[in-house]
């Protein structure tokens, strides 16, 4: 049988969904789910946030919109403001995990776990691949791919360097256009399937050098 402990010193709005759970004081539920899982005091859910089951999150924590945390255990002070997916992971106290970033858990056969100390930076668009383990006070960068475990105070970037043509854009949308305008032919159409790939490589090719 289902059963919740909302204190009377949380908030819950009616456009939300507590399903056995507990929720404790000063908690705040905007629009949001949460099943089998635990809030702590003084922590901020939503809107449009879903608790799955056995997540507990700890004291004066955030975790704001379209957040997924599945099997997770949030240390107090953690702040999941936007855009994120936490699963099977332990994080710890007073960390930042920035929009978009996400916890690879899953290579298609096995559930991986993901264990993070206190005081981590996650930057947006990160992506940390399971099974994982960082260490407290590590700073990862904005679009960062992590595939190693990390040490305290580790500072972690990954990202590829972009490659900037100058006045090539122009250039770029004219090739585009032709393209384009092959295609609306009837020789065109019996041709597009056969070489749009080839086309685009080539386009591609062209403007790196």
């Known amino acids: 049988m289902e059963k919740n402990d909302i204190s009377k010193n949380a908030i819950v709005d009616d456009a939300s969904q507590i399903v056995n759970s507990k929720i404790a004081d000063g908690v705040v539920v905007k629009n949001s789910y949460i099943e089998d899982s635990v809030v702590g005091k003084n922590t901020t859910i939503g809107p449009f946030a879903h608790l799955r089951p056995n997540s507990v999150v700890g004291e004066n924590c955030r975790i704001g919109n379209f957040c997924e945390i599945k099997n997770s255990t949030i240390g107090n002070g953690t702040k999941i403001s936007h855009l994120a997916y936490v699963g099977d992971a332990i994080v710890g106290k007073n960390c930042n995990i920035g929009c978009g ?35 407290s006070n590590v700073y990862i960068c904005a679009g960062t791919t992590v595939t190693q ?17 100058k006045d090539r ?11 384009y305008i092959l295609e609306q032919t009837e020789l065109g159409a019996l041709l597009a399937k056969s070489l749009l790939t080839k086309f ?6 062209r403007f790196q050098q």
Not at 157 to 162: C, L, W
Not at 171 to 179: A, V
Not at 200 to 205: D, K
């Open 169 to 179: 854009a122009k250039k770029y949308l004219k090739e585009i256009d032709k393209w």
């Open 101 to 135: 970033a996400i916890f690879v858990n899953y290579n298609g056969k096995t559930k991986n776990k993901i264990e993070i100390g206190n005081n981590v930076f996650i930057g947006s668009n990160c992506n940390l691949i399971a099974p994982l383990k960082i260490e």
């Open 149 to 165: 475990d990390l040490v305290d105070g580790d500072f972690v970037i990954g990202r590829a360097r972009e490659t900037i043509k």
């Open 200 to 205: 685009v490589l080539g386009v591609a090719m």
